[in-house]
């Protein structure tokens, strides 16, 4: 066994940083090996992220640590096909804009390297599929960016789901209602475009809908009506959709980016016999609602004041799931967010588009779609 894993960032820029501080947070187990991108000056960018990060949280490292980062020699390419022959590096995590993903994780499995991929994880079934297929043919592990499953409250969300503490459910809504201007959409050629970016709901608001699947399981029949009312953009820049689990409960997911004059809220919310629970923030960790039937001790007081919170070495968010990588490798088990699971919200993404673009309800499962099926 490897004593520690090597890993790559392809794509340095925005939310590259949290992939940094991925690695970092797992010194014991994972070492930057490499840095890619078309750009130099984003990969020196990334690579000084790297060096001031250990100095910036120098309390969270020890000095011996901070050495070893300081004189770690980041190699860099500018053509992700040379860094696949380093022989160095075992798991490639990727950043790039989001129609790029599915070529170059097919890529990177095809080299035998692991994938960590940020969401949507493809813009297509057929891609999803692919990539799915390809990792378990080869025996890699590939993982998708929902790093919200692993924050404290969501993990006691799903404990409650499992402990069938909500009693029968009823329904469950994502709700995210916040502003991108056309400055957003201009800053960068992917964004708005259907075919690399895929739409606000692929793109702002995928973190809430692979909630839904995670809480209430498989969806049976969507009905969705998605348009373009405000933004200069390809795609939708608002939608609704109504859905009928597996189990039988009901949710919606409403979604918009044109909220008047800023980000307004978003919610995630779950209603059953014995239990509500309301949660809201972009990461899903601030909790409005909290009640049970069978609540003690205040829980809902608690849970709103997030004293619950167990502050450790790996933080939040993509370290954990980062972490969940690594272990998954080192104990040869599917990691929480493997390629199956980050299937599920673009499954139902898709679906609301072609319940959209059909006027139709979409029975699942739904067979081969894409941003661009259907459009002229
Ligand atoms: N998990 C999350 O919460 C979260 C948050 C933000 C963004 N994202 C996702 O992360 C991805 C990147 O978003 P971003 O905001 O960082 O984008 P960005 O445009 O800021 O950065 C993308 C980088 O990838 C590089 N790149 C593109 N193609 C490349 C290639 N073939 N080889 C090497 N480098 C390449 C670009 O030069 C750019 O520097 C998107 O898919 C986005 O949806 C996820």
Request: with cysteine.
């Amino acid at each position: 066994m490897i004593e520690k894993l090597g890993f790559a960032i392809i794509g340095c820029s925005g939310i590259s940083s949290k992939h940094i501080e991925g690695i970092i947070r797992n010194y014991k187990d994972a070492n930057l090996i490499a840095v890619c991108d078309l750009y130099e000056d984003k990969m020196d960018e990334a690579i000084d992220n790297y060096y001031n990060y250990s100095k910036e949280n120098k309390s969270d490292f020890n000095e011996e640590v901070i050495k070893i980062m300081k004189n770690n020699k980041i190699k860099k390419y500018k053509d992700y096909n040379k860094l696949l022959n380093d022989t160095e590096i075992n798991v490639v995590t990727i950043a790039t804009d989001s129609g790029t993903h599915p070529g170059i994780a097919k890529d990177v499995l095809n080299a035998g390297k692991h994938v960590i991929v940020e969401k949507p994880m493809a813009l297509s079934t057929k891609d999803a599929d692919e990539m799915i297929k390809l990792a378990e043919k080869k025996g890699l592990k590939l993982s998708v960016c929902h790093q919200n499953r692993f924050n404290p409250v969501i993990q006691k969300l799903k404990e409650a789901i499992d402990d069938d503490r909500f009693g029968k459910l009823v329904h469950a809504v994502a709700s995210v209602r916040w502003n991108r201007n056309d400055e957003y959409f201009n800053k960068d050629a992917w964004h708005g475009t259907l075919d690399r970016d895929g739409g606000i709901f692929l793109n702002q608001c995928i973190h809430y809908i692979d909630m839904l699947f995670w809480m209430m399981g498989d969806v049976k029949r969507l009905t969705a009506e998605t348009d373009t009312f405000l933004r200069d953009i390809e795609i939708e820049d608002a939608g609704v959709a109504s859905l009928r689990f597996r189990n039988g409960a009901i949710g919606l997911i409403e979604g918009t980016v044109c909220v008047y004059p800023r980000n307004l809220e978003e919610t995630f919310s779950i209603f059953g016999e014995k239990g509500t629970v309301r949660l809201s923030g972009a990461a899903m960790n601030k909790v409005l609602d909290w009640k049970f039937a069978d609540a003690v001790d205040n829980e809902e007081e608690k849970m709103k004041q997030g004293g619950f919170e167990k502050v450790n070495i790996y933080g939040y968010g993509h370290n954990l799931l980062f972490k969940d990588v690594i272990d998954s490798i080192r104990d040869d088990r599917k990691p929480l967010v493997d390629g199956r699971e980050g299937k599920k919200a673009i499954e139902t993404i898709l679906a609301m588009y072609k319940s959209s673009r059909t006027g139709k309800p979409v029975e699942f499962p739904l067979g081969d779609y894409s941003t661009t099926t259907g459009v002229e």
